[in-house]
């Protein structure tokens, strides 16, 4: 019996150790990895990666220069993927960019979305940061996950400086995103008559079809009221001058015409039936520009037309 309880304490006392051994080891490697030469380096490094995208994103250039110099690393990235280039180009901070650029950032770093800073750029409607990319050697070729380029970032802001830079790097005007659009489909629908010019000079066909079978006066037709900057009539009248046809239907049987007639566009429609549209074609429901027409201010173009 005494033997029994005697080999039990034993036991017992021998468990107690390799317990107390395993708990010491772990708290040694614990403190093995904590003290200032692991923890406290890691910890000061990110602090100051945190602050250098900050201050990129808000294009303070004064802190900028203080945080490479302290060791702040220009790969840093949020949570999103983005690098301080990233965020200084989409923000618009010029000379940050160029701060971070001699500091050798990656020009073509991608974040989780795809964008580039060429892209971010371009999307911000900095031109003068999105050439800097583009002669700094940037990748102009590159589209980000929701199929956006620089190039119809540039399209949709009217960046014609950036657009002829695109193009002198061999940048197809033709791409087409996953929306079904092209450059000049947003320089149309936003009445940007110079960078439609811009664009049919480069080869861009004025009877390109795009989602839906639209064509490119179909969407400037149906945008020339809502431009808030550009000229959608005067985009309408370079179409018709560059041969675009007129009647051309889309999915629905559609013309410019009946575009523009079904949102009230009075001064689009007026300038289509000037240069020969015609009103008496029927759509896929067998109805006309007189039947869709939206409001009295294209009845009365209609009917001034003798329509």
Not at 36 to 62: F, H, I, R, S, Y
Request: aromatic share 4%; hydrophobic share 50%.
């Amino acid at each position: 019996m005494i033997g029994v309880r005697y080999f039990c304490r034993i036991a017992a006392a021998l468990a107690m150790l390799i317990l107390f051994t395993g708990f010491a080891a772990a708290q040694n490697e614990y403190h093995d990895n904590t003290p200032d030469e692991a923890l406290g380096k890691p910890v000061n490094q990110m602090t100051a990666n945190l602050a250098l995208l900050q201050a990129a994103e808000k294009g303070w250039e004064d802190e900028i220069e203080k945080l490479l110099a302290g060791g702040a690393k220009v790969a840093a990235r949020n949570r999103f993927g983005s690098t301080p280039l990233l965020l200084a180009a989409g923000g618009g901070h010029r000379k940050a960019v160029k701060m971070l650029l001699a500091a050798e950032s990656d020009i073509n770093h991608r974040n989780i979305g795809g964008s580039t800073a060429l892209i971010l750029a371009a999307e911000g409607g900095h031109a003068r940061i999105a050439k800097m990319l583009i002669e700094a050697g940037a990748f102009v070729d590159h589209a980000n996950n929701k199929g956006v380029s620089a190039m119809t970032a540039a399209a949709y802001n009217g960046d014609d400086d950036v657009i002829e830079l695109l193009l002198a790097q061999g940048v197809d005007p033709n791409y087409i995103d996953r929306t079904g659009k092209s450059a000049i489909v947003y320089a149309a629908a936003k009445g940007f008559t110079d960078t439609v010019r811009l664009l049919l000079a480069a080869g861009v066909e004025a009877d390109a079809r795009y989602g839906n079978n639209l064509t490119v006066l179909m969407w400037a037709a149906g945008h020339a009221n809502d431009v808030p900057v550009g000229d959608g009539v005067a985009t309408v009248t370079v179409l018709v001058e560059a041969g675009a046809t007129l009647d051309l239907q889309d999915n629905r049987g559609r013309t410019a015409l009946m575009v523009a007639a079904s949102l009230d566009h009075a001064e689009s429609a007026e300038a289509l039936l000037k240069a020969g549209a015609r009103a008496d074609i029927a759509d896929n429901e067998g109805k006309t520009a007189r039947d869709l027409a939206a409001g009295e201010g294209v009845l009365a173009v209609l009917a001034a037309n003798g329509q």
